[in-house]
């Protein structure tokens, strides 16, 4: 079988690593994939949002079976466009993928078929927004609307930092026109979890839960990113909570979509937190976390490719799908200054006996050489029977890994082992 992987990050990296476990599987070409992809797929330079081009390479090369990972291409129609062409996929299409393209859809969906999550209220108009502000108990949320590469969400201390936060999002546009509206949230407390889960529109199957690390510095400081590390299982998400997802979100949503003429088929990740008054929704997330698939796809023992077939062929309930009882640490080697500003092109030397671990994110082979592309550069992953000891052989993998100007976070994983004690 001929696999097309759309996409160019760890979260790509991971899935076609799992992929490749599949003994039909011939060929995987990733668009674009990067430097490090490139030592398990061929990499095509198409670009994830050029969905002509994507559908092109996939007619013209007999594409068998494709998966699109990345918000961006499912938000635009890629599997809709792929499926015109009758090459099966991997992925909502794009009526569904909303649930994620827009956090406004999410919360009114959410309203309208009573699934717990924050009280809020939609602005199109910045000065209705901030008038808003004026009567909202602090701490609140203040999220864009449209995608925002998982930056578009602001906590506010302060009434001043909410304010300054609608204006850059409204005003200013930081985030494009993802910022035309805005939604303002109360703030919850308890912990997060993040649970990524197979659907095909009717059954569910939630994968192992997680624990993401979004700050960029340790202890939770600096500024949010794209996850700096994740843990699985997480403590937190317990049967009870799990029980109580299934019955109260992850059905409700699933039926709710299908009410709604959306019926989601791919991966749907909840962003979860467990509030005193029980498992709330964050936000949604309409295909595989990045960081969490390096942490949860290492853990399933079911073949990948034949769940994703069955989510798209509608069978997930007459399949298999198991987990390993183990558990998994992934940390994010980042080059310095990021999420803001940083430098590239700097070698990364990674010994082979770690090589099986690395997912690639930012990276490029120039001149012959792997160097770094990007704010996230690689991801190290390790599996092991309990957290503690997943924790340890993670970092020890980090310490042989090298390139200039690199940092990472010292602390993923311990909240978890602290909930575990």
Partial sequence: MKLMVVGGGGREHAIIKKLKENKNVTEIYALPGNGGIAQDAVCVPIGAKDIDGIVKFASENGIDYAVVAPDDPLVLGAVDALNEKDIPCFGPTADAAVIEGSKAFAKELMKKYGIPTAEYE?????????????????????????LALGKGVIIAQTKEEAKAAVSSMMADKVFGSSGDRVVIEEF??????????????????????????????????????????????????????????????????????????????????????????????????????????QVVLPLLRSDLLTVMQAVTNGTLAETEVKFSDKSACCVIMASKGYPVKYEKGYEITIPREVEDSVYIAGAEIKDGVLVTNGGRVLGVTAVADTLEEAVGKAYASVGKIHFDNSFYRNDIGAKALKANI
């Fill in 122 to 146: 939609i602005f199109d108009d910045m000065d209705k927004a901030l008038a808003y502000i004026d009567s909202s108990e602090i701490p609140v949320v203040i999220k864009a609307d449209g």
């Fill in 188 to 293: 919850l407390t308890g912990p997060e979890v993040s649970v990524l889960s197979f659907t095909d529109g009717e059954t569910i199957v939630p994968m192992i839960s997680s624990m993401d690390h979004k700050r960029a510095g340790d202890n939770d400081t600096g500024l949010n990113t794209g996850g700096m590390g994740t843990v699985a299982p997480n403590p937190y998400y317990t049967p009870e909570v799990a029980a109580e997802c299934m019955e109260k979100i992850f059905l409700p949503t699933i039926r709710a979509m299908k009410k709604e003429g959306r019926i989601f088929k791919g991966c749907l990740y909840f962003g979860l937190m467990i509030t005193p008054k029980g498992p709330k929704v964050i936000e949604y997330n309409c295909r595989f976390g990045d960081p969490e698939t």
